[in-house]
């Protein structure tokens, strides 16, 4: 109890240094600093899903909307789902099914390949958290 | 004993003496500073930038210039850092914020206090400071990485090296009231 004032009194000695330009001036920093936090560390975020089939862009989609896309290949159809900020292979013809067992891909860079079909699903952004895939 | 011609004479000033006294606490502040462990290459407290506040509201830019720079050259001197890339650095973030002090200095006094100026400095300092990294050091964007955590850094100790000046300040100010009020017995 007794340290809690002397904590508040010590803060109150301190706070007295400070005038009203000086909190303005604080607040703006602040706000440079969480702005900036915000616009530099959202580098791995994907705006774009491309989708090739047979060596060309099928379709490049905004990860904005929630949308299916389906894409004709030699041996079938590949149904690919694309939701806010993530997409995914939900379909796929071919015997393995690697790529739709990759999953939901949430990364700029990030790619599944579902070759038999020659489909490929492939997400771009600003900065990409890999210089190049190899598999 | 007859001087010799070929001798120069110097004759520290006043002005002089003072300068000296007050780089010499900011470079004990700098070498102070260098033994504090800390997690980012970069982030440092600055408390020599105390001084250069002081010596700022106190005497002027001129002589807040004379003894940033100073200490910024002796304190490479004595860390072995004088001419390698931490001491670029150091001068780029001085001059930096020498010159935001020279602007941050003509704000209304009635409401912004040495806080202001020391965040204001601060973030002049870090500006100067990734710019330099950028061109020079690292030429990659990767640096802007880390730029959030120097504004955070920048925020926090200006606020911090600003508080102490002001409070410096202030009692200065106490002080010199006491012995006005001395005289006037």
């Known amino acids: 109890m007794n340290r809690a004032v002397a904590l508040r009194r010590w803060l109150a000695v301190w706070a007295s240094y400070l005038q009203a330009g000086d909190v303005l001036t604080l607040g703006v920093a602040l706000g440079v600093c969480v702005l900036s936090a915000l616009t530099l560390w959202q580098g791995g975020h994907p705006d774009k899903a491309i989708i090739r089939a047979g060596g060309r862009v099928f379709a490049e989609v905004d990860l904005n909307a929630p949308r299916v896309v389906e894409v004709p290949g030699p041996i079938g159809t590949t149904r690919i789902e694309v939701q806010p900020g993530r997409a995914r292979v939900a379909a796929d013809p071919g015997p393995r099914q690697y790529c739709v067992r990759q999953g939901w891909l949430s990364s700029a860079g990030a790619v599944a390949i579902c070759a038999p079909n020659e489909v490929s699903l492939s997400l771009s952004g600003r900065t990409a958290d890999y210089d190049s895939l190899n598999y | 004993m007859t001087p010799s011609t070929t001798e120069i004479e110097l004759k520290p000033t006043a002005d002089d003496h003072r300068v000296a006294r007050h780089a010499a606490a900011a470079i004990v502040l700098t070498v102070a500073e260098a033994a504090i462990p800390l997690p980012l290459p970069g982030i440092k407290p600055g408390l020599a930038n105390i001084i250069t506040l002081v010596v700022l509201a106190r005497w002027g830019w001129r002589e807040a210039a004379w003894v940033a720079l100073l200490r910024v050259l002796v304190g490479s001197l004595l860390l072995g850092q004088f001419l390698a ?31 202001s100026q020391s965040v204001l400095a601060a973030f002049a300092h870090i500006g100067g ?44 100010l106490a002080e010199k009231g006491v012995s006005a009020a001395d005289v006037g017995k």
């Open chain 2, 129 to 172: 400071q990734v710019l330099v990294a950028r061109v020079w050091l690292v030429p990659h964007d990767g640096v802007f990485y880390l730029v959030p955590v120097f504004a955070l850094a920048a925020t926090v100790f200006g606020l911090v090296n600003g508080l102490i000046a002001a409070r410096l300040l202030s009692e200065e």
């Open chain 2, 85 to 115: 890339p931490g001491f670029f650095l150091s001068l780029t973030g001085g001059v930096m914020s020498l010159v935001v002090l020279g602007l941050a200095m003509h704000l209304p006094k009635r409401w912004f206090g040495p806080v």
